[in-house]
């Protein structure tokens, strides 16, 4: 068995100056820590229960099938906010056949971003 002692997603973009700025000014997400010198230093941001790390720098967009789902407590709010500091939204906020709302955005590489409120009376909230 493995014991996992913390995990994150490394991500390597094309711009990352650009990614920073998204991660850390647009969506507005708390600095860990950070690492190295110069335009491809590390970045780490808390992402909930894991982390987020941006650093180095790839020539190629991450794979297309790259996903991440952010749970926040009122998806609206956080509609309304990411449009006024002009992130590209994909789709604004719909309830799902799964009972989830669900709004999709993209960062500056194209990597999908799931911006997910679990409503009150949805069976993630209850523990059998």
């Known amino acids: 068995m493995v014991h996992v002692l913390g995990s994150r997603v490394l991500l390597r973009p094309t711009d990352p100056e650009g990614s920073r700025a998204f991660y850390g000014e ?28 941006v650093s180095g720098r790839s020539e190629d967009p991450p794979v297309p099938g790259l996903r991440l789902w952010l749970q926040v407590a009122d998806v609206q709010a956080v509609y ?3 449009r006024a500091r ?11 056949p799964w009972g989830l709302i669900e709004m999709w955005i993209a960062d500056p590489d194209g990597v999908r971003i799931a911006v997910v409120e679990v409503p009150a009376d949805h ?3 209850f523990r059998p």
């Open 80 to 82: 309304e906010e990411l």
């Open 26 to 53: 647009t969506l507005g997400l708390a600095v860990y820590r950070e690492f190295g010198t110069g335009p491809e230093r590390g970045t780490v941001y808390f992402l909930g229960g894991g982390f987020l790390e």
């Open 123 to 125: 069976p993630l909230r």
């Open 86 to 96: 002009g992130a590209e939204v994909l789709r604004p906020p719909l309830r799902e």
